[in-house]
C-alpha cells in the first residue's frame, strides 16, 4: 500500500453470506456491523477463522478492518469475512497470493442448502411409501 489513509474495499461470500470488507493499514482492530469482533462473534473458532488470512501472512496487527456481513449464519459470516480479507490482502500486496491460495481462503465456497423439490417431503427425503 502507497498510502497511510489507503483504504481496501472488498467482497467476501459464502453460502448466503455476503461480507463487505474495507481494510486500511491500522492496529489490527476488527469491526464487524459496527462492533467489535469479539462481542459480535463469541466462539473461538470463528475468532480464529476471521483472523486466519492474517496469521498466514505475518501480517497481524498490521491492518484495521470494518466488515459489514449481512446474511446467513453466524459461521457463514465468519466465512465470508475471512474471504473478503484474503481479497484485500491480495490487494495490497500481490506477493502473498500464493501462501493465501494454498491455504484455500480465496477460493469462494459453493456450498448451498439444496432445494425441496416437488413430490417430496425436502430436497431428498421422501414421503412415506406404502405398496397399497
Known sequence: MSEAAEVISTV???KTSIARVRMSSGTGEITIN???SDDYVSREILKT????PFELTNNNGKFNVDANVSGGG????AGAIRHGIA???IISD???????KKA???TRDPRMKERKKYGQ???RKRFQFSKR
Open 12 to 14: 467476501g461470500r459464502r
Open 74 to 77: 453466524i459461521s457463514g459470516q
Open 87 to 89: 481479497r484485500a490482502l
Open 121 to 123: 417431503k425436502g430436497a
Open 34 to 36: 459496527d462492533m467489535k
Open 94 to 100: 500481490a506477493a502473498l497470493r500464493p501462501v493465501l
Open 49 to 52: 477463522i476471521i483472523r486466519q
Open 104 to 106: 484455500g481462503l480465496l
